[in-house]
């Protein structure tokens, strides 16, 4: 993309598993020069492998770090040796961001503290991902986001419906990818400020804070002194013209009638039965609303005389939002998916993937000038130590004895 939005602008990355990394990646996506540094045993996100994807993944590529650290360089260095942190002060020295998810206590105890560098580099945009928040009694618990975002903040008990003995369990890094977009945004609005005062902020984004924020409606409703939990049956229905209906095919649609006075007569003469409209159950909102079930049995026998295809194409028909309740591998070839190049490829090649096979990846929610970001792949480990170091003015003399030492591979 030309003059990308971060174009010019370095982060140093000290960060590993998701939430931080995918941060990085938003900014590397950009234009960032986001320069990742792994320790000597690597980030153990590289050893992970579920759901067929990690280090099982097809054609050898590990699609997860893939995801979480597209378009960066890996300089790997170990950080508990004097020249090892002497590499990573010179690097922060032409840092605009540094990015971390390293606990409070390893990164005092690194010297790598907010207080510490933010003096040192008045400049510097230090942004941290946490799990529990910079403050508090669990400010230095570690934490994944099964825990701070789906345990702790609520999800997994307001989603588990009435009855079921085990809470749900949650997809894979949905609260990480959710706090990288929020971290990224706050390190652009710290740049940005930045840009009109001459100094640098502290940027803080936790998994728990992400949890409220994801659930804001149901934390307004306990803020208001309710109990918010998962409903079924009918009880799920307060509109029943807002909930999944199950096709003849055992599919499901969705209709969000927000508004369904609006739309109630339009969708009965739509299905052909006109003789809803003018049923006194349900000729308006307060009508349906105290015959409910009898409406929600109506509305779902009409749904199960026609297949999943079947509704989708007469609902075409209709201004009124619905959608399709869809399987994620239906997701591969929606027609709005491939229209918005909500998927995008890394070919060997092209945007820095010179070597390997070409693979697919979610460009990610932001688009701008009506375009994804150009997918980079993601580095192998410590693949651009020496180019780093060469560009910190390290002679291969240097590079040599810092290999000896073991501070670099």
Known sequence: MDDPAFGGVRVIELAQWVFVPVAGALLADWGADVVRVERPEGDPYRGLATQGIGTDGAGGVNLSIALANRGKRS??????TEPGRRVLDQLLATADVFLTN???????????DAETLTARYPKLVYARGHGFGARGPGADRPGYDSSAFWAQGGLAHVLTPPGQDVPISQRGAMGD???????????????????????????????????????SSDVLSALAGQTPRA????????NPLVGPYRTKDGRHIQLVFLE??????????????????????????????????????????????????????????????????QAVEEL??????????????????????????????????????ERPPDLRRAPEYGEHTESVLLELGYTWEQIGELAEAGVIP
């Open 75 to 80: 300089l790997a260095l170990d950080l508990r």
């Open 102 to 112: 390293f606990r409070p206590g390893a990164l005092r105890r690194l010297g790598l």
């Open 177 to 215: 990818r959710n706090g990288a977009t929020a971290l990224a945004f706050g390190i652009a609005a710290a740049l940005l400020r930045r840009e009109r005062t001459g100094r640098g902020s502290v940027v803080d984004v936790s998994l728990l804070a992400t949890a409220m924020w994801t659930l």
């Open 231 to 238: 409903a079924s049956g009918a009880a799920a229905y307060r």
């Open 260 to 325: 369904p006075d609006r739309y109630w007569a339009d969708f009965c003469r739509l299905v052909g039965r006109d003789d809803l409209v003018t049923d006194p159950r349900f000729t308006d909102l307060a009508a349906r609303a105290a015959n409910r079930e009898a409406c929600v049995a109506t509305i779902a026998a009409v749904f199960a005389d026609r297949t999943f295809a079947e509704w989708k194409d007469l609902l075409a028909g209709i201004d009124a939002p619905w959608a399709p309740v």
């Open 332 to 369: 591969l070839t929606d027609p709005q998916v491939l229209a918005n190049d909500y998927l995008g490829e890394v070919r060997p090649g092209e945007a820095g993937a010179d070597t390997g096979p070409s693979y697919r990846l979610p460009t990610g929610p932001v688009q701008i000038d």
